[in-house]
């Protein structure tokens, strides 16, 4: 069960696998993950965590609630 704090690149695609998105794919810039026709940008890997707040606009992004994210 993620909770809603910082994580690293690998556990944030582990658990939006997890809630049924596939990839990631390689696009222009950054890689994306698809579920339901709707495209959720990853971040880059770089040194540090994914902080809070992207996580947040991430979520929103996929349309995930912060209930659900917390009950995987």
Same mark, same amino acid.
């Given at each position: #069960?993620?909770? %809603?704090?910082p =994580? !690293?690149? +690998? @556990? =944030?695609?582990?658990?939006? +696998? /997890? =809630?049924g %998105?596939?990839? $990631?794919?390689?696009?222009?810039?950054?890689?994306? #993950? *698809? +579920?339901?026709?709707?495209?959720?940008?990853?971040?880059? $890997?770089?040194?540090?965590?994914?902080? /809070?707040? &992207?996580?947040?606009?991430? &979520?929103? /992004?996929?349309?995930? !609630? +912060?209930? @659900?994210? *917390?009950?995987?």
């Amino acid at each position: #069960m993620p909770r %809603f704090a910082p =994580l !690293s690149r +690998r @556990e =944030l695609i582990r658990c939006l +696998r /997890q =809630l049924g %998105f596939s990839g $990631p794919v390689a696009g222009t810039r950054h890689e994306y #993950m *698809e +579920r339901s026709g709707r495209r959720v940008r990853i971040p880059n $890997p770089h040194r540090g965590n994914v902080s /809070q707040d &992207l996580l947040a606009e991430i &979520l929103r /992004q996929a349309g995930i !609630s +912060r209930g @659900e994210w *917390e009950a995987l």
